[in-house]
């Protein structure tokens, strides 16, 4: 096996190697621990699958290009108070007919969902949210050939 420790202030953590022995492209069975007020637990369970893309590759990117033009996402208010969110999506590819958004927590706990319907290459709602706790969220668009995410916080 292959140990990497990363200290992250935080559950966010962006994987990325540039040693061996792990082989782009390649999907690997991993096992990835957090260490959370004081205890170690398992991230995933015993094992999660990772996928590794090459140096400075993006594979969402590339199925971006595909499926909207511009990827131009705005959320406000943010900071948020976790009541009502405005959401507006411009740039998806005309045979986009619905996006589904869902919100998660920083655990990955998904706290609200929708399918919606695009027009026209756009996507302008205002999502009814909450109540949500105070925090950060992620915010999921995600099309037949992509997902985007979006950050935004709750304050109260």
């Given at each position: 096996g292959f140990v990497r420790y990363m200290d992250r202030p935080s559950y966010i953590c962006l994987l990325s190697w540039t040693q061996?022995?792990?082989v782009a492209g390649t999907t690997y069975d991993v096992q990835v621990d957090a260490f959370v007020n004081g205890t170690w637990t398992g991230f995933c369970g015993p094992s999660c699958q990772l996928t590794i893309a090459g140096p400075g590759s993006r594979p969402e990117t590339r199925m971006a290009e595909a499926t909207m033009a511009k990827a131009d996402v705005h959320?406000?208010?943010?900071p948020n108070t976790g009541e009502r969110m405005n959401v507006q999506a411009d740039g998806f590819d005309a045979s986009v007919n619905t996006v589904a958004i869902d919100v998660l927590d920083l655990s990955g706990k998904?706290?609200?969902?929708?399918?919606l319907p695009v027009m026209h290459g756009l996507l302008n709602t205002v999502?009814?949210?909450?109540?949500?706790?105070?925090?950060t969220y992620l915010m999921r668009f995600s099309t037949r050939d992509h997902v985007q995410v979006e950050r935004f916080v709750v304050q109260h």
């Amino acid at each position: 096996g292959f140990v990497r420790y990363m200290d992250r202030p935080s559950y966010i953590c962006l994987l990325s190697w540039t040693q061996l022995p792990l082989v782009a492209g390649t999907t690997y069975d991993v096992q990835v621990d957090a260490f959370v007020n004081g205890t170690w637990t398992g991230f995933c369970g015993p094992s999660c699958q990772l996928t590794i893309a090459g140096p400075g590759s993006r594979p969402e990117t590339r199925m971006a290009e595909a499926t909207m033009a511009k990827a131009d996402v705005h959320l406000w208010p943010n900071p948020n108070t976790g009541e009502r969110m405005n959401v507006q999506a411009d740039g998806f590819d005309a045979s986009v007919n619905t996006v589904a958004i869902d919100v998660l927590d920083l655990s990955g706990k998904v706290v609200h969902t929708r399918t919606l319907p695009v027009m026209h290459g756009l996507l302008n709602t205002v999502l009814d949210l909450g109540p949500l706790d105070n925090g950060t969220y992620l915010m999921r668009f995600s099309t037949r050939d992509h997902v985007q995410v979006e950050r935004f916080v709750v304050q109260h």
